[in-house]
């Protein structure tokens, strides 16, 4: 039975049912009830963006001084520590992923705020010289409200990654969860209304993107749009946000490639690309999904990655296991799907058995996988699975393996593990991505550098002092004299 709610969270009022009621959430690791929430409608979207806008619009919250802004984020950074315990375990239930994984979700959303608090008192103009009787110099101001509709891989992480900055430029937000975690921001909401964040400075609305996502995304009080999901959701999310013709950052999907030499260090960099690959089962925007392996390597690299595979462990989220059930019941269907299309395209290698637990038989979880042979233009090596799915696909030289590397429609991030330098440096200067990890993938509590694809990857920039300019208009001024 489910003893946990979640409300939705309006003008600084948390609203039990929303218009089309309340539904239920599931355990992927069990298939079983464990909370409820509150289902927005149009009238709620409606009554979100009244509050936001009438919080930007006469509210006190882009008045006030910058560094008292920025001590009002850093208290909401501080109160997500306070209640680091709660908030992961309430998203390992939501999402399903392993335990240490979720804290590193809480500790790297406190980060946002702590990061961007920091930048509240610093978002300076410029002055520009135009010679004797003139000043001139630019202002930098919010934008105003910011649209926000997030997915369930990251719930809390990749919505407080948008709500931070925008804040901290002085913007009102409201925001829509994924239907498959609607529980991530509960604890967000408390927090911002214990900490003195101004009534309609956020707004929490969960609901279907049908009707919530649509209605958010082309509303015409919205004065600027942060979408992060699938490409095909975004193609409509920008649509949206065109016949407003307001601005829009788009997060969107990946189909990441990690370029092996055959001088790396494979100790080392195996589990770099392991881990950059399987981490929540996968379902990571960023994921290393194509392995590029210089073909001397190749066979061993299988072998050793397969082994690494079948010595994983499947569990259940709180359990903290090497991995967890994929989100849903229709997400475990997609992953199988592909599994078939690899095993028709190449090899299918299955790894880590599924729980023995018969309490577990009903959880959404699928085997960690490497697909071998299927090459470069395969479907299950160009198509995002979002499941533990690795392709592995040799190459001969430095520059063959960075034109497959390209030969893609993504561009979020990419790998590249050597211990030459100047591969390296030709790695970095040609691959088409809007990161790249040189015998890395993915360092700390990576807050403080830009985040954005190329290509379909999307548009805009998340994170770093860059993805401030998503939420701020510039405003030049010219006095004569
Ligand atoms: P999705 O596109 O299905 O859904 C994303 C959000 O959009 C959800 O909140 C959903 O309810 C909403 N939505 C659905 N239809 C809508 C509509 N018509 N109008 C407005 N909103 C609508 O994505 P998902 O399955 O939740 O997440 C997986 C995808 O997200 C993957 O493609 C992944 O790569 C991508 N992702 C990207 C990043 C990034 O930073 N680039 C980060 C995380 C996830």
Redesign the pocket.
């Given at each position: 039975m489910a003893t946990i709610h979640a409300p939705l969270f309006i003008g600084g009022e948390e609203l039990e049912a929303g218009r089309e009621g309340t539904a239920t959430t599931y355990d992927p690791a069990t298939g079983k009830e464990f909370a409820t929430y509150a289902v927005g409608g149009i009238e709620d979207v409606d009554q979100a963006v009244a509050a936001a806008r009438d919080a930007f619009d006469s509210g006190p919250w882009r008045r006030l001084k910058p560094f008292e802004r920025g001590r009002i984020l850093h208290r909401i950074g501080e109160g997500l520590l306070a209640r680091r315990e709660e908030i992961a375990r309430n998203l390992v239930l939501d999402s399903g992923k392993p335990l240490r994984d979720a804290y590193w979700e809480v500790d790297c959303s406190a980060r946002f705020f702590e990061f961007y608090a920091g930048a509240c008192d610093k978002l300076q103009g410029t002055s520009v010289p135009l010679g004797p009787g003139v000043m001139d110099w630019t202002i930098r101001e919010p934008i105003g409200v910011s649209a926000q509709?997030?997915?369930?891989?990251?719930p809390l992480q990749?919505a407080v990654?948008g709500v931070a900055p925008a804040l901290a430029t002085g913007c009102t937000v409201v925001i829509?969860?994924?239907?498959?975690t609607p529980l991530a921001l509960r604890e967000l909401a408390q927090i911002c209304r214990e900490v003195g964040l101004p009534k309609g400075v956020l707004n929490i609305v969960a609901g279907?993107?049908?009707v919530?996502?649509?209605r958010?995304?082309r509303h015409p009080g919205v004065d600027q749009v942060t979408?992060?999901?699938?490409?095909?959701?975004?193609r409509?999310?920008s649509e949206?946000a065109a016949v407003n013709a307001v601005p829009a950052n788009m997060?969107?999907?990946?189909k990441s490639p990690q370029l092996l030499f055959a001088d790396a260090d494979l100790d080392t960099s195996l589990p770099i690309v392991h881990s950059g690959m399987y981490l929540h089962a996968g379902?990571?925007?960023?994921a290393g999904t194509r392995l590029l392996v210089e073909r001397s390597r190749h066979d061993e690299v299988v072998e050793r990655l397969h082994r690494m595979n079948t010595a994983m462990t499947l569990g259940r989220g709180l359990d903290d296991p090497d991995m967890g059930p994929v989100v849903s019941a229709g997400?475990k269907r997609t992953v199988e799907e592909y599994m078939a299309i690899a095993r028709s395209e190449g090899q299918l290698l299955e790894g880590a058995e599924l729980p023995g637990d018969s309490s577990l038989s009903d959880g959404y979880f699928v085997r960690p996988s490497l697909v071998v042979a299927a090459g470069a233009t395969a479907r299950v090596t160009q198509e995002?699975i979002?499941g533990p799915v690795l392709s592995v696909v040799p190459f001969d030289t430095a520059e063959e393996g960075i034109t497959i590397a390209n030969d893609s429609e993504f561009g979020?991030v990419a790998g590249v593990h050597t211990t030459n330098i100047s591969t390296a440096m030709l790695a970095a200067q040609e691959l088409a991505a809007g990161q790249v990890w040189i015998n890395s993938f993915g360092v700390g509590l990576d807050v403080e550098f830009p985040?954005?694809?190329y290509k379909r990857?999307?548009f805009g920039r998340?994170k770093g002092l860059e993805a401030l300019d998503g939420y701020q208009q510039v405003k030049n001024v010219a006095v004569a004299f």
């Open positions: 509709i997030v997915p369930w891989n990251y990749v990654r829509k969860p994924a239907s498959e279907s993107g049908s919530v996502g649509d958010l995304a979408f992060t999901g699938s490409v095909q959701v975004g409509r999310v949206a997060e969107l999907g990946g379902q990571v925007c960023n997400q995002e979002f979020l985040f954005s694809g990857s999307g998340e």
